[in-house]
């Protein structure tokens, strides 16, 4: 494959233009000890305060609970409570010892009334003990880049080496809700589970226009940790403030501030000038066409998109047109946030072949020997 790399990319706002919030010059007026706003999608921070630090996280841990369980498990299994998962301190979702349930409506329970004793059966069931199912924890936030986490129980009750960070966890919702599950159970409401109704936790989803989760937490070590997600008009931002007193109030801010600074632009890479040599065909060259992505960025970095270009050296004849024949790769500070594919603009026929007289001979005679 050959690669082209391009000039910086011109960047078509599809959506208005609004006002810069002072929140990033006056961080006082957060209550969160330690807060991010990230973009979703390409995982572009918008804003932070003390995002590195490492602190208790309360039953927000329960997000990587979850992805975990959901990762590794059939969410139609059922589950019998042991009277041990019931007795857990802290929060519950009240399940009955003795009573079965769904490793799903378990993940209900644990997302929308912070069940402890949902995670503990969740936990102890997928792996088979709860200290087993913490290094599947760990491993997780290993794979997905966690530098500044480690995770002791299932739950978020405070204990000696559990912690993570503003930056982690905003990095963790971020591949939590690309999971359909997930998104599904953090996004919810209310539910039904066995008789009794469930409501989430979670104020935003209810006073925030365009939240779609994820969790609450709180201990009082901890302090009141917050997850949350919200969507606006093809812009997804994270937002995660850990011990903030007022933190409903701390992430409508937040949210507000990153959807003000954050637009979704229109990327056209202009390929008149590729094309491709074709093998086979009548035609020496067929041209390429790519098309439109859109991309949720952040005012300042529109001109900062560089593309990348991958095709082959040539191709066979027999293409048709709009058939896929390599990528374009879209790139901030280096790092790919977005794909399209390169097709062929028209068709490239075979050439034709003329028969000359020796072939003819040829299939005469094979044809009389397969007789």
Not at 125 to 136: A, H, I, L, N
Not at 142 to 149: A, K, P, Q, T
Request: charged share 25%.
């Amino acid at each position: 494959m050959k690669k082209i790399v391009s000039v910086v990319i011109a960047a078509a706002v599809i959506s208005a233009m609004l006002p810069i919030s002072v929140l990033a010059d006056e961080e006082h007026e957060l209550s969160a000890h330690s807060a991010i706003v990230m973009c979703a999608d390409t995982g572009d921070v918008i804003f932070e305060k003390n995002a590195d630090e490492r602190m208790l996280i309360a039953s927000i841990t329960k997000i990587m609970t979850a992805i975990v369980v959901i990762e590794n498990s059939d969410l139609d299994e059922p589950i019998v409570i042991k009277p041990e998962w019931s007795v857990i301190e802290g929060s519950s979702m009240y399940a009955n010892p003795g009573q079965s349930y769904t490793v799903r409506e378990l993940l209900y329970g644990m997302m929308l009334n912070s069940g402890n004793d949902a995670a503990a059966a969740l936990a102890c069931t997928v792996c088979g003990d709860e200290s087993t199912f913490v290094e599947k924890m760990n491993e997780t936030a290993s794979r997905l880049g966690m530098e500044n986490s480690s995770f002791r129980n299932p739950h978020g009750l405070d204990e000696d080496g559990h912690y993570s960070t503003a930056r982690d966890m905003a990095r963790l919702t971020a591949y939590c809700m690309e999971n359909d599950d997930f998104r599904d159970i953090a996004s919810t409401n209310c539910a039904v589970i066995k008789g009794v109704t469930y409501y989430n936790h979670n104020r935003l989803l209810r006073e925030y226009e365009g939240c779609i989760g994820v969790k609450t937490g709180y201990t009082m070590a901890a302090g009141r940790t917050l997850v949350s997600c919200a969507e606006r008009d093809g812009v997804r931002l994270i937002a995660v403030t850990l011990n903030a007193p007022n933190d409903w109030s701390d992430h409508a801010k937040m949210l507000d501030y990153g959807f003000e600074k954050v637009t979704l632009c229109e990327m056209k890479y202009d390929s008149s000038a590729l094309s491709l040599s074709v093998v086979g065909s009548e035609k020496e060259t067929v041209g390429v066409e790519c098309g439109t992505v859109k991309l949720p960025l952040c005012n300042e970095q529109k001109d900062k998109i560089t593309a990348e270009i991958y095709m082959p050296k040539f191709i066979y004849a027999g293409l048709a047109a709009g058939e896929k024949v390599g990528e374009i790769h879209y790139l901030l500070n280096g790092n790919t946030i977005a794909t399209a594919p390169l097709q062929t603009a028209e068709s490239c026929v075979q050439k034709e072949r003329k028969t000359d007289f020796f072939t003819v001979i040829y299939k005469f005679i094979a044809g009389l020997l397969t007789r």
